[in-house]
């Protein structure tokens, strides 16, 4: 206080007090914000004993972020604390889109690896109104179909329209950048126009019966996907039958996220798709997928290679990366939850309905002849022989290429390892399912080894050699039979990478060939399947060889 009793305050006590330099509040008082109560003779400011709390409210608005005349009009009782701090919270949302919006646009030029060039187009995309990204899309689609006589099929396309919400993520913004920029692509444009070429070949005429709508292909809406922008029923429980009362796209959504979740399923198991165990699961899919067909001209109404060959050109025809990714950019633009992917089970469902063109009942002749004592004593010769060729293996081998196309070594003793667990597992009645999964760890060596050991004694203490697994009832003899089979031929590989001798298990090599033969003789060797189309033997070749040849492999 000051000295003369008045309870005045100099300019140096009330910063003091308030810990706001003086330099600050003779600025806030020059502009009106804290008017002296007094002077001094000498013509100092003095202060009223409000000042402390009047200085901090201006400090609390400055820091908020609000101006120095907003917060005047305050003082002076011309706006409310209320009115002015929702009038500064709109302009501050403002900035934070402004910021928001040049962070994507940025984030999106570092991602994408843009040129300088490319920066005022970016930015400008990044400003456009709803109507204008609305406008891009339509001339797009409008351009792709020109000629195509497919209307529910372009009213899908065009009701899916990229619908930013006001205050857009950074991630949202480089989403659209992005689709601004891939429908300007030759690729994507002839995609989307083969995909309406074919729902027009698949549209009855008008006016025809029992056609209500455009076909529906399994992983895809007429128009693609589901559109954005409708509501979203969710994902069907792919477990129960889609209602009577539902519609024609409900059930195609069924379909598809049946075969999405019976394919995702069948490659965790490591089930082939060119294995007679597939046969049931593609005769489930199709029995599902056959009511979608009804509204589709000259419709299939059983199971049979007319039928599979159709659901095969529809998966075919839908299998559009950049079609996909159309769609999932557009989810992410409005925020909706992405589709599946279906890249992993549309693989290994199309490549199955090429192994299986048409339904087929069992040969059980397969299974005729396998001793339980015969398979054991080949499976303890092959892993004896096999496991001396993985001892041999160096670490710097490990990325070596195999006959296998596409598999290293390391990737090849992975799936060796992954045949005897996934046979044990079976044994143990509890078939694994990370097929994908890392087997094979820090020491290649151990793993063969330890997975040999569990084998054996699975095979062995289960009971497995003298039981049956799967709907088809197989021996479980038959099934280590397989193991067989498959750990020969891969040693036949292995031995081919690392330059070593390819004569393995000659005790047994050739009741193994008879029983590959036996097994896999009727197998149809197509896209996908476990082996490919059997070789010749050169002259001469030896029983390994001549195995490695039936199971595509070049022994010359």
């Known amino acids: 206080m000051n000295e003369d009793?008045?309870?005045?305050?100099?300019?140096?006590?009330?910063?003091?007090?308030?810990?706001?330099?003086?330099?600050?509040?003779?600025?806030?008082?020059?502009?009106?914000?804290?008017?002296?109560?007094?002077?001094?003779?000498?013509?100092?400011?003095?202060?009223?004993?409000?000042?402390?709390?009047?200085?901090?409210?201006?400090?609390?608005?400055?820091?908020?972020?609000?101006?120095?005349?907003?917060?005047?009009?305050?003082?002076?009782?011309?706006?409310?604390?209320?009115?002015?701090?929702?009038?500064?919270?709109?302009?501050?949302?403002?900035?934070?889109?402004?910021?928001r919006l040049q962070s994507a646009v940025l984030r999106s030029v570092a991602a994408r690896g843009s040129a300088a060039e490319e920066l005022p187009y970016m930015t400008?995309?990044?400003?456009?109104?709803?109507?204008?990204?609305?406008?891009?899309?339509?001339?797009?689609?409008?351009?792709?179909?020109?000629g195509v006589d497919a209307p529910a099929y372009r009213s899908g396309l065009l009701a899916a329209t990229p619908d930013l919400p006001d205050d857009p993520t950074p991630e949202q913004m480089g989403a659209w950048i992005e689709l601004a920029a891939l429908v300007r692509e030759p690729e994507l444009r002839a995609a989307l126009r083969r995909l309406a070429e074919y729902s027009a070949r698949m549209t009855p005429p008008a006016g025809e019966p029992d056609a209500p709508g455009e076909p529906?292909?399994?992983?895809?809406?007429?128009?693609?996907?589901?559109?954005?922008?409708?509501?979203?029923?969710?994902?069907?429980?792919?477990?129960?039958?889609?209602?009577?009362?539902?519609?024609?796209?409900?059930?195609?959504?069924?379909?598809?996220e049946l075969m999405r979740v019976r394919g995702e399923e069948a490659v965790a198991a490591g089930l082939a798709p060119d294995s007679p165990a597939a046969e049931p699961v593609i005769a489930e899919l199709v029995a599902a997928w056959l009511p979608t067909q009804t509204g589709t001209a000259d419709p299939p109404t059983e199971d049979g290679p007319a039928?599979?060959?159709?659901?095969?050109?529809?998966?075919?025809?839908?299998?559009?990366?950049?079609?996909?990714?159309?769609?999932?950019?557009?989810?992410?633009?409005?925020?909706?939850?992405?589709?599946?992917?279906?890249?992993?089970?549309?693989?290994?469902?199309?490549?199955?309905?090429?192994?299986?063109?048409?339904?087929?009942?069992?040969?059980?002749?397969?299974?005729?002849?396998?001793?339980?004592?015969?398979?054991?004593?080949?499976?303890?010769?092959?892993?004896?022989?096999?496991?001396?060729?993985?001892?041999?293996v160096r670490t710097e081998d490990l990325a070596l290429p195999t006959p296998?196309?596409?598999?290293?070594?390391?990737?090849?003793?992975?799936?060796?390892?992954?045949?005897?667990?996934?046979?044990?597992?079976?044994?143990?009645?509890?078939?694994?399912?990370?097929?994908?999964?890392?087997?094979?760890?820090?020491?290649?060596?151990?793993?063969?080894?330890?997975?040999?050991?569990?084998?054996?004694?699975?095979?062995?203490?289960?009971?497995?050699?003298?039981?049956?697994?799967?709907p088809y009832e197989a021996p479980g003899a038959m099934i280590v039979q397989q193991v067989v089979v498959e750990l020969l031929a891969h040693g036949w590989d292995l031995a081919q990478a690392i330059g070593a001798p390819t004569g393995l298990a000659p005790e047994t090599v050739a009741e193994t060939l008879a029983a590959a033969r036996r097994i896999y003789g009727a197998a149809p060797r197509t896209e996908g399947s476990s082996f490919a189309p059997e070789r010749p033997a050169p002259p001469g070749a030896s029983a390994t060889d001549r195995l490695a040849a039936f199971l595509g492999r070049d022994p010359a």
């Not at 908020?64 to 009782?77: D, S």
């Not at 469902?349 to 080949?378: I, K, N, Q, Y």
């Open 5 to 99: 009793g008045t309870g005045l305050l100099t300019i140096g006590e009330l910063a003091k007090l308030t810990g706001i330099p003086v330099k600050t509040i003779r600025s806030w008082s020059d502009q009106h914000l804290l008017p002296p109560a007094a002077r001094t003779p000498a013509g100092y400011r003095l202060y009223g004993p409000d000042a402390p709390a009047r200085l901090e409210i201006v400090r609390s608005l400055r820091e908020l972020g609000i101006g120095l005349a907003a917060i005047r009009a305050v003082l002076h009782r011309e706006r409310t604390v209320a009115e002015t701090a929702a009038q500064w919270a709109d302009a501050l949302d403002a900035q934070i889109r402004t910021l």
């Open 124 to 146: 400008e995309l990044a400003r456009l109104s709803a109507r204008e990204r609305r406008r891009i899309i339509t001339d797009f689609v409008e351009d792709a179909l020109d």
């Open 216 to 256: 529906q292909t399994p992983g895809k809406r007429a128009s693609g996907e589901r559109a954005p922008g409708k509501q979203s029923p969710g994902q069907p429980d792919p477990t129960s039958e889609p209602s009577a009362a539902g519609s024609q796209e409900q059930a195609a959504r069924h379909v598809a």
């Open 307 to 392: 039928a599979r060959a159709r659901l095969l050109e529809q998966l075919e025809t839908a299998a559009e990366p950049v079609v996909e990714r159309y769609w999932q950019l557009l989810c992410t633009v409005t925020g909706r939850p992405a589709p599946p992917r279906w890249g992993t089970a549309g693989t290994w469902t199309t490549a199955a309905l090429r192994a299986h063109p048409g339904p087929c009942e069992l040969d059980r002749s397969a299974f005729d002849g396998t001793d339980p004592d015969r398979v054991m004593r080949a499976y303890a010769e092959v892993t004896r022989d096999v496991a001396a060729l993985v001892a041999a």
């Open 404 to 470: 296998c196309a596409g598999w290293t070594v390391r990737q090849l003793l992975d799936h060796m390892v992954w045949e005897n667990l996934m046979a044990t597992s079976i044994a143990e009645g509890t078939p694994r399912t990370d097929h994908t999964a890392d087997h094979l760890g820090d020491d290649h060596r151990a793993a063969f080894a330890d997975s040999v050991d569990a084998a054996r004694t699975a095979f062995t203490g289960s009971g497995m050699l003298h039981r049956t697994y799967g």
